[in-house]
């Protein structure tokens, strides 16, 4: 039988988890393809193949699906990469490849949470200069210089790896890495002075000691909601990912 192809989307720990599995399961068997932006100087990688670099739009990507005869497509961005979801939505029709979104849960505020939901970083920017004097940034590389209006606050900016160069002037840089625990993100916050905190909405657990701690100390969240994602099969865990994965491909 022709070994068959799966390409994975991915940029998450969600799609590292998926490839592995898949490769885990199937071997030689089966060819797992993991895209990745490129965007993070040393990714993890998973298990199985790799590719690297935007594949020039829906059409670029869709001339890719057919050149290595993808029987499924997996799109297991984050949930806040919206481009590339819609993109991956128009390839698989456009070349009529079966396609799968692995999205996690978005967290709900419990009792205790204090959250302002905004659409955009732009609505956050605007609430900033106005409620805080030390605010903590957590919302990744890719939108800073939308923060450049805010001159009276004090910007700490959480990122996983220094940037090459930082749009903000006197903002601060703090370096983490997910996963994140609940103690030492209390401490950190205590530590900064941080009176509030910008996030998005990423579920899952790597990431949310942020929101905990943020609820012990009483500080107000400023939280992106997460933009639409395109319609179709959606799972929201790695172990259903990869089940509908291998019935699809079956
Ligand atoms: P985006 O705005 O949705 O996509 C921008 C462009 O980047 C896409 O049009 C595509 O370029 C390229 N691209 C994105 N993901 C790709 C992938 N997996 N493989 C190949 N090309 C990809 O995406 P983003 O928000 O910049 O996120 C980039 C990557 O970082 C994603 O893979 C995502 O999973 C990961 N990530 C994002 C966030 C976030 O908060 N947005 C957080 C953690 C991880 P072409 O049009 O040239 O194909």
Known sequence: MARKTVVILGGTAEARRLADALVDERGERLR????????TKNPKYPKGEIREG?????DGLA??????????LI???????????????E???????????????????????????????????????????????????????????????????????????????????VIGSPPYRKDDEVALMRMLGIDLMVTKNAGGDATYAKIEAARTLGIEVIMIDRPPLPDGETVTSVDEAARRALEILD
């Open 32 to 39: 797992v393809i993991t895209s990745l932006a490129g965007r």
């Open 54 to 58: 935007g594949f020039g739009g829906a």
């Open 63 to 72: 001339a890719y699906l057919e050149d290595v005869s993808a029987g499924l």
């Open 75 to 89: 799109d297991a961005t984050h949930p806040y990469a919206a481009q590339i979801s819609r993109h991956a939505a």
């Open 91 to 173: 390839a698989a029709v456009e070349k009529g490849v079966p396609r799968l979104l692995l999205n996690r849960p978005a967290w709900d505020a419990q009792d205790g949470d204090h959250w302002i939901h905004v659409k955009s970083v732009g609505e956050a920017v605007q609430e900033i200069s106005r409620k805080s004097d030390a605010c903590l940034i957590t919302t990744g590389v890719n939108d800073l210089v939308a923060f450049t209006p805010i001159i009276t606050t004090k910007l700490f900016v959480r990122l996983i790896e220094k940037p090459e160069s930082l749009p903000l002037q006197d903002a601060e840089i």
